[in-house]
């Protein structure tokens, strides 16, 4: 199974502050594990909400509201794609990652074509492959 590992923002990193040495070090030698170990397929870190954006859907109407956003514990500072056995797996994984000083994680199996059932027709299957291609070349 596939999971997404959310890493949630703080006041640290929406204010801009950049890991140190230290921690960047730490985490790059956790990130070799985990690839190392077949479990990591992306990881990236995100900029603070500053510099992001957020749209609003609402029919045919579009709405962009820029960054910042008010509520820290809602967004995100980063975030991992693993593909493990099970959602323990996981757990067990995140246990030696080096997180400190009230670092909360969120973790979300992501959907499979199975998952879908009968709604995911042989023509819609073809489609999505054709897509995860077409992104793994671009990622490649």
Not at 5 to 14: C, Y
């Amino acid at each position: 199974m596939r999971v997404m590992v959310l890493v949630k923002a703080d006041k640290d990193s929406e204010a801009g502050i950049m890991p140190s040495h230290d921690i960047l070090s730490k985490m790059g030698a956790y990130n070799e594990e985990l690839v190392k170990a077949g479990i990591m397929l992306a990881g990236e870190g995100l900029h603070p909400s500053s510099k992001g954006l957020r749209m609003c859907f609402s029919g045919a109407e579009r709405a962009v509201t820029d960054g910042p956003f008010a509520e820290t514990k809602e967004l995100l500072a980063g975030f991992w794609l693993w593909q493990v056995k099970s959602l323990d797996e996981a757990v067990e994984w995140l246990k030696r990652a080096p997180f400190d000083g009230g670092t909360e994680i969120e973790l979300r199996p992501v959907f499979e074509m199975e998952d879908f059932g009968e709604a995911m027709t042989p023509e819609l299957r073809k489609q999505e492959e054709r897509i995860q291609a077409g992104a793994a070349k671009l990622a490649g």
